[in-house]
């Protein structure tokens, strides 16, 4: 399991760029009315707009910022902390998006798409966090074998999660599916175990159990959100933008 999080990292890196969540822009032309347009970014509601003079994508107006004019009277050029690559792996976009809540994509050289914040809702963000939780939970399980020797990590649960534990174990049993008592445990059964060691914590970079309870919260509620197909998958754009890269330090930590 040790290069279990290199190697899935390669697969997000290599398969799940920007690409993936990037939509075309759409756009007006310099001459346009902008109260015209913004009429109809409203209707749309768009944010955003590309500009374009002879069919080439020139520069954007925010929707916020039209008025009386002409479109080329608001036109804003392209700035370099605006533009990401279209092989930009999503882990990277994300690091970007804390910044800003919007990105314009180079296709050779031009920019032909855009990605918003909106888009972190995408089936491809879905995928990838379900991964980085799933794998997330198969190093707690490898930790805590490692850790409690002869099953001493029951201690740390509830008889009711205990039992919990038991009764899927034993209807596995009937399937041929059984594993170890631990690899019945939930999630949330591992947050807490682990969660007990302050050491423990401390190696995957929280200085204290709250800390640590506060993150495994959040994550818990991300995964299952996730897991229930709920349209949105948290409420809090940059929260979630945070919480899931602070799951990638976190990983790399058990690695």
Aim: aromatic residues 8%.
């Amino acid at each position: 399991m040790k290069n279990s999080y290199t190697v899935l990292r390669n697969i997000f890196e290599k398969s799940l760029s920007v690409n993936l969540l990037a939509e075309n822009i759409i756009s007006c032309k310099s001459d346009d009315d902008a109260e015209k347009i913004k009429k109809e970014m409203q209707e749309r509601d768009f944010d955003v707009y590309g500009v374009s003079e002879e069919e080439i994508i020139i520069g954007y107006v925010l929707r916020e910022k039209l008025s009386n004019g002409i479109i080329k009277d608001y036109t804003e050029q392209f700035k370099t902390e605006h533009l990401i690559s279209d092989s930009t792996s999503i882990i990277e976009l994300l690091e970007f998006l804390r910044e800003r809540s919007y990105l314009f994509i180079l296709e050779k050289n031009k920019v032909s798409k855009i990605v918003t914040l909106a888009d972190l809702h995408k089936q491809p963000i879905r995928m990838m966090v379900f991964s980085l939780i799933s794998l997330f939970e198969m190093y707690l399980t490898s930790s805590i074998k490692e850790s409690f020797t002869n099953e001493s990590w029951k201690d740390m649960l509830s008889e009711e999660r205990l039992k919990k534990a038991k009764d899927l174990m034993a209807s596995r049993k009937e399937k041929n599916e059984a594993l170890t008592l631990l690899d019945n445990t939930q999630l949330a059964d591992k947050g807490t175990i682990i969660g007990k060691s302050l050491e423990h914590i401390k190696q995957l970079g929280f200085e204290s159990k709250n800390q640590w309870k506060k993150f495994f919260g959040k994550l818990e509620q991300l995964r299952n959100n996730i897991a229930h197909a709920q349209e949105e998958i948290f409420n809090d754009n940059l929260e979630v933008i945070n919480l899931v890269l602070q799951l990638d330090q976190v990983l790399k930590r058990f690695e």
